[in-house]
Structures are given as structure tokens and as C-alpha cells.
């Protein structure tokens, strides 16, 4: 494995919108739409040492369902339409937008915690 001088830092933001190793830049985060690898095909970083844990899933929750609702709310204001027709948009669109913002999330969370170093916490008892 590689040492973290030989590559150069890689943007947290960059991690996120393109899935890809957050040491190289090079090797893809996730298998399939939000499963994490276990190590990067490129430069064997271990991606164990970075799980996002349950953070990415609390702010899709909020995220998705503060425009979701909204969004059902304003058209049924504006145009109180059948309620069929909440059903057929914005089911699809909780779930679309769910599962795309995940990924982001995940992997922007990624990017920070292997920029920032972070670890899990240890007490110091001295």
C-alpha cells in the first residue's frame, strides 16, 4: 500500500460527486448504488477505516422529506389535484432523490473523514 505523500489531497466535494477514492481520486467508492467497497482497486486504501456510519442517512431523511413534502403541500394548495397523481410523482421522486443524495452523502462524509483524519474516539485516562 501506498503512502498518503505519494498522492496529492483530493476535495471532499470532488469525492462526493464522483464516487472516487478519497486518497487517489482513482478507484470507485461503492458497489452498486450505495454499498461500500471494502478497499480502493487503485491504491488499496481500506475503506473500513471510514465509514460514514448513520450520518448520511439522518440528513437525506430530513433533506428529502422537507422538499418532498413541501413540494406535495404547494401543488395541492395551488391545484388540488387527484390523489393519484401524489402517488405517481412524488413517490418515484422520494425514492429517486433518496437514493441519489445517500451516495452523495456517503461519500462527501468519506471525503471529510479521510481529509480530517478522523478516528474513533479514545479516552485519554492519563
Not at 500500500?1 to 470507485?28: H, T, W, Y
Amino acid at each position: 500500500m501506498a503512502d498518503n505523500s505519494d498522492f496529492p489531497p483530493i476535495e471532499p466535494v470532488k469525492v462526493a460527486l464522483s464516487a472516487c477514492c478519497p486518497r487517489c481520486g482513482q478507484g470507485r467508492l461503492f458497489n452498486g448504488i450505495s454499498t461500500l467497497k471494502p478497499a480502493c482497486s487503485a491504491c488499496g486504501l481500506d475503506y473500513a477505516s471510514v465509514d460514514p456510519g448513520d450520518g448520511a442517512p439522518i440528513f437525506v431523511i430530513l433533506i428529502v422529506s422537507f422538499l418532498v413534502v413541501g413540494m406535495a403541500l404547494y401543488i395541492e394548495i395551488t391545484y388540488s389535484p387527484g390523489l393519484w397523481v401524489h402517488f405517481v410523482i412524488f413517490g418515484p421522486l422520494a425514492i429517486g432523490l433518496s437514493l441519489w443524495l445517500l451516495r452523495l452523502a456517503k461519500a462527501l462524509l468519506i471525503g471529510l473523514q479521510y481529509r480530517n483524519h478522523a478516528r474513533p474516539g479514545v479516552i485519554d485516562r492519563g
